[in-house]
């Protein structure tokens, strides 16, 4: 479900690209190189946060074809499409929303703290549409109008809000090596008595005893 909600922000954060370069009257090449860089700009940017090399979008191919098959139907109906302006703000939101939350998610999943997750998840909303931005030197929307930054921030935060709670660090992995020790079984006599001998490593004193 996660790919498929990354894919969808990609493919609209593609659209948005697109059409932002159709308004600035750029060739198919430009187009399709503003819809890759709109597209693929957060999540990469996200990915390097984490420490995920090389980045998931540049190891899975669906990820560089959506934004190039977004890229040539828009350039191709262009000029069916009416008030460009309004359908890069729509684009623009609908990217904002599912990359805040898909980008929060992968952060969380990749054991980042709360905190650091939302952080992460407002940069990947807001990084391709930045670099969009930049590179058709313009101010950024992100800069011009704050709702943007506020509403990933907001998403965010809703999905660091919904994750489930963790169980505390250690309990499980601490469990499972007293069962393997056998610590919580009576030893026999001579188990005992070989535990004795200082050529053996101590028992983890952290473990339960059994009591007879």
């Given amino acids: 479900m996660l790919v498929v909600l990354d894919l969808l922000g990609v493919a609209v954060f593609a659209a948005s690209g697109a059409l932002a370069a159709v308004h600035a009257r750029l060739d198919v090449f430009g187009v399709v190189v503003l ?8 999540g990469i940017v996200r990915d390097v946060l984490l420490g995920i090399a090389p980045p998931t979008t540049l190891r899975q191919w669906p990820y560089l074809l959506t934004p190039l098959v977004i890229a040539l139907i828009v350039f191709r109906f262009h000029p069916t499409v009416a008030r460009l302006r309004r359908g890069v703000q729509l684009a623009d939101a609908l990217g904002l929303a599912l990359f805040a939350t898909t980008g929060t998610a992968v952060a969380l999943s990749a054991g980042a703290p709360a905190v650091t997750a939302a952080l992460i998840g407002v940069i990947t909303g807001i990084g391709g549409g930045v670099l969009r931005d930049v590179l058709l030197n313009e101010v950024p929307l992100v800069l011009r109008r704050e709702i943007y930054a506020l509403a990933a921030a907001a ?4 999905v660091v809000a919904r994750r489930p709670p963790r169980a505390p660090a250690g ?6 090596r007293c069962a393997r ?3 919580t079984r009576p030893r026999p006599v001579a188990a005992v008595e070989r535990a004795r001998s200082p050529l053996l490593i101590p028992r983890d004193p952290t473990c339960p005893t059994a009591t007879s």
Avoid: P
Avoid at 35 to 42: E, F, P, S
Avoid at 155 to 158: I, K, N, S
């Fill in 155 to 158: 998403g965010a935060a809703v």
């Fill in 181 to 183: 020790r056998g610590a």
């Fill in 171 to 176: 309990t499980g992995h601490a469990r499972g």
């Fill in 35 to 42: 819809a890759g860089v709109t597209a693929l700009g957060g």
